[in-house]
């Protein structure tokens, strides 16, 4: 049933009226016939006053318990008349109401979205924490062993600065991705876009990767002999580093003698490169963490072939800053897939 305050103030003054209307029927007794039209006048006069009286009463304590509430949800700034004008015509509590709901559902989502960004917010800080623990703490352990006397022994003095080397290495890797992903994130990072030629960029990549792909008794190939030049629109220093990304991440899970296969296929005005391995490949519930930073899908294995565990994170942020879109395909024990699209130029 609607409730709006025209609506109540009808009913009340009509009850207001009849009762009004008995009354003076009452005190007529037997002159009802001879005093009809003062009845009627009486009915009349009655409902008007009540129902105007009623009306801007009831309307007037809606409103003003309602205008708080509309412009905290709609975060409007609006007065009272303002926003009768507005739900003129309507059911103001059903009106109300509604919009109650949506803003309860829509807080609830942004709070839901707030929690599992706390949460991947932790699981971040815990794993720079972590990445960046290690070297430290090797340089830590490197530097107390050459004070201690090490320092003195050649043999011993050289390997260690070394592993000292690698160690600082690694922590400047880790830190330069994480600065490349910001950048890319918050748009710092511009394009230098170009036209080039794809196939002979993966070529000067795999002839780049061909010993760490020896080393794994990996082989990297295509999927069919590109004769010809395919030109796509990018930046170049970016799509190569995203390939070299893929392809490096395809030979550390790959199996030994394994393949690491690229394909292209036209999609309109887009080119899909793809990038396939018959690896270890990903559990279904991994794929959608994949592309987080630092997530790694073999923990105990990947740490030890090195890299940031970054990335993929990397790829995805390229893609992306291209406006373009990457996908993951994988089944365990078969390999995965990365493909993603760039313009053709």
Known sequence: MKTAPRQLAFIISLIISVISATLVIMSLFLNIGNNLVMIIISMGLTFTIAFFLIYYA????????????????ANI?????????????KDVIQEVNSMVINYAQ????????????????????????????????????YILTLLD??????????EYLERTEKSINRM???????ESITKLETGELELELKDF???????????????????????LTFDRNYDKPIMVKGDKKRI????????????????????????FAEMGKNLLVDVTDDGIGLEEDEIPRIFERFYRSDKSR??????????????????????QTITVRSEPGKGSSFSFTLKIS
């Not at 400047?172 to 994480?178: F, G, K, P, Q």
Request: glycine share 10%; net charge positive.
């Open 240 to 263: 190569t580093e995203a390939l070299n990304n893929l392809i490096v991440n395809s030979i550390h899970y790959g199996k030994k003698g394994g393949t690491t296969t690229i394909s």
């Open 149 to 158: 006397g090490g320092l003195e022994d050649p043999e011993i003095n050289r």
């Open 197 to 219: 030629d794809i196939v002979q960029l993966v070529k000067d990549i795999y002839e780049l990767q061909d010993t760490i792909s020896g080393n794994f008794n990996v082989g």
């Open 106 to 141: 829509k807080r609830a989502k942004e709070i839901k979205k707030l929690r599992r960004m706390e949460k991947y917010r932790k699981e971040f800080l815990g794993n720079v924490s972590h990445e960046l623990k290690t070297p430290i703490f090797n340089i830590q352990g």
């Open 58 to 73: 009831v309307n007037n304590f809606i409103f003003e318990k309602i205008n708080p509430i509309y412009k905290t949800i």
């Open 77 to 89: 700034p609006i007065n009272k008349d303002e926003l009768k004008k507005k739900m003129e015509g």
């Open 302 to 323: 990947s740490r030890d072939r090195g890299g940031t565990g970054l990335g993929l994170s990397i790829v995805k942020h390229i893609i992306q800053a291209h406006k």
């Open 172 to 178: 400047v890797s880790i830190i330069e991705d994480l």
